[in-house]
């Protein structure tokens, strides 16, 4: 069955950008049925999405993670991927990746996601 | 709008029915049948449970059911059980290429 694994530092200093990778088994990212997306949670808080990716690149992002955020997708490997800019403590948070079932052709709609990776915690500190 | 707004907790004790509540706007649960629930057990990533508003994934009991009246959708579980003590987030989409979480509902098993 399809799964999904996080990757990247655990630890990112103030100000600098943040990059993960999330590695897709089982399955291919190369599927139009499907977005790829990140979210994340702070420490005791809900879940926050930050964007979603499609297999041909086309990227959708929260209004309040816009200005910092990118999300890319690689199909040869197998792979997507979040980069966020100017890291601040207020973005110590676990970070997930997970298969978002949506329609990415005429209008752009996100129904669900139904697999998720097992998360990765990311400390901001100097 | 940040997020969708639940409830901070409910309790339940064992056997009985809980319903959980999701309140957006037209904009997004009311406009839209695509709110899914999420169940996420302490330091586990979260699991689909309910998707376009009363569907339930392969595997997940029938005791967990979903429904929307207006901007609000409900999550109801039934005969409680010990293990249904969770954390509970509700979804949807905002027609707007955005997808927003709700604020979380912690589920206790008296």
């Known amino acids: 069955q399809v799964q999904l694994q996080e990757s990247g530092p655990g630890l990112v200093k103030p100000s600098e950008t943040l990059s993960l990778g999330c590695t897709v088994s089982?399955?291919?990212?190369?599927?139009?049925?499907?977005?790829w997306g990140w979210i994340r949670q702070t420490p005791g808080k809900g879940l926050e999405w930050i964007g979603s990716?499609?297999?041909?690149?086309?990227?959708h992002y929260s209004r309040s993670l816009k200005s910092r955020v990118i999300i890319s997708i690689d199909k040869s490997k197998n792979q997507f991927y979040l980069k966020v800019n100017s890291m601040t403590a207020a973005d110590t948070a676990v970070y997930y990746c997970?298969?978002?079932?949506?329609?990415?052709?005429?209008?752009?709609?996100?129904?669900?996601?139904?697999?998720w990776g097992a998360g990765t915690t990311v400390t901001v500190s100097s | 709008q940040s997020a969708l707004t639940q409830p901070a907790s409910v309790s339940g004790s064992p056997g009985q029915s809980i319903t959980i509540s999701c309140t957006g706007t037209?904009?997004?649960?009311?406009?839209?049948?695509?709110v899914s629930w999420y169940q996420q057990h302490p330091g586990q990533a979260p699991k689909l449970i309910i998707y376009?508003?009363?569907n339930r994934p392969s595997g997940i009991s029938n005791r967990f059911s979903g429904s929307k009246s207006g901007n609000t959708a409900s999550l109801t579980i039934s005969g409680l059980q010990a293990d249904d003590e969770a954390d509970y987030y509700c979804?949807?989409?905002?027609?707007?290429?955005?997808?927003?979480f709700g604020t979380g509902t912690k589920v206790t098993v008296l």
């Open positions: 979804s949807s989409d905002t027609g707007a290429t955005t997808r927003l």
């Open positions: 376009d508003v009363n």
């Open positions: 089982g399955g291919s990212v190369n599927n139009a049925d499907y977005f």
């Open positions: 990716v499609d297999y041909s690149g086309s990227a």
């Open positions: 037209s904009r997004d649960v009311g406009g839209y049948n695509y």
């Open positions: 997970a298969r978002d079932r949506g329609s990415s052709s005429g209008r752009v709609f996100f129904y669900y996601m139904d697999i």
